[in-house]
Nanobody, 123 residues
């Protein structure tokens, strides 16, 4: 199983960015997948997750209303659309799956991790 995140970069406060994660060796049509963020000097935290069926989505309190998780099963890819970005959103963003159908935003519950993509929000 491989998860490959991409799309990070430098964005100004208030701006938007979309990051992607392509999965191989595991079908996102069946398993849940989530996004985690590790800010400088802080622990990794779960910020968004999409379960199967897709009717169940999880957002952390500080991303709710600003971020949107979605996926394209045909491309086996999950996306995180991030709007109204703030300096405190800066960090390394990882995709990960618990290899079960339901979301589990706890990093210790993840079975597979992708390499992170850096998101920096700064003017």
């Amino acid at each position: 199983v491989q998860l490959q995140a991409s799309g990070g970069g430098l964005v100004q406060p208030g701006g938007s960015l979309r990051i992607s994660c392509i999965a191989s060796g595991l079908s996102l049509d069946y398993y849940a997948i989530g996004w985690f963020r590790q800010a400088p000097g802080k622990e990794r935290e779960g910020i968004a997750c999409i379960s199967n069926p897709e009717s169940s989505k999880y957002y952390s309190d500080d991303t709710k209303g600003r971020f949107r998780i979605s996926k394209d099963n045909a491309k086996n890819t999950v996306y995180l659309q991030m709007n109204n970005l703030k300096a405190e959103d800066t960090g390394i963003y990882y995709c990960a799956t618990p290899r079960v159908r339901r979301c589990r935003p706890d990093p210790s519950a993840m079975e597979y991790w992708g390499e992170g993509t850096q998101v920096t929000v700064s003017s």
